[in-house]
Nanobody, 115 residues
Framework: QVQLVESGGGLVQAGGSLRLSCAASGSSFTSNVMGWYRQAPGKQRELVAAIIRGGSTDYADAVKGRFTISRDNAKNTVYLPMNSLKRGATAVYYC?????????WGQGTQVTVSS
C-alpha cells in the first residue's frame, strides 16, 4: 500500500518560514508528478506547486517567488520550503503523487500563520 506522509506543518508568525516534507512509502513507488495542494476552511482545494521527475515546476500565482518545490527521487521525498508566509497561507496542506496507474494523497498537515 502506497502512503504519502507529510510533516513540517505547524504554527508560524506572518513573515516567517516553514518547510514541508512528504515521504512516499516503498522505494518501488515512482511518481510522474508530485505536488502540494492546500485547502482552507470554506474553500476548495487548490494546487500550490507541482514538480515532475525531470525537475520542471509549476506554481500557483499566489506563491510564486516565495515557495519552492523540490524532490529527491532517490528518497521518494518532495519538499516545500515556504518563505514570507502570509495569513492567507493558513490551510491544510496535502501531498499528492501521480503514477502511471494511480493518484495518491497524504493525510494533510496543518499550517497556521498568525499575525
Amino acid at each position: 500500500q502506497v502512503q504519502l506522509v507529510e510533516s513540517g506543518g505547524g504554527l508560524v508568525q506572518a513573515g516567517g518560514s516553514l518547510r514541508l516534507s512528504c515521504a512516499a512509502s516503498g522505494s518501488s513507488f515512482t511518481s510522474n508528478v508530485m505536488g502540494w495542494y492546500r485547502q482552507a476552511p470554506g474553500k476548495q482545494r487548490e494546487l500550490v506547486a507541482a514538480i515532475i521527475r525531470g525537475g520542471s515546476t509549476d506554481y500557483a500565482d499566489a506563491v510564486k517567488g516565495r515557495f519552492t518545490i523540490s524532490r529527491d527521487n532517490a528518497k521518494n521525498t518532495v519538499y516545500l520550503p515556504m518563505n514570507s508566509l502570509k495569513r492567507g497561507a493558513t490551510a491544510v496542506y496535502y501531498c499528492n503523487g501521480v503514477s502511471d496507474y494511480s493518484t495518491y494523497w497524504g493525510q494533510g498537515t496543518q499550517v497556521t500563520v498568525s499575525s
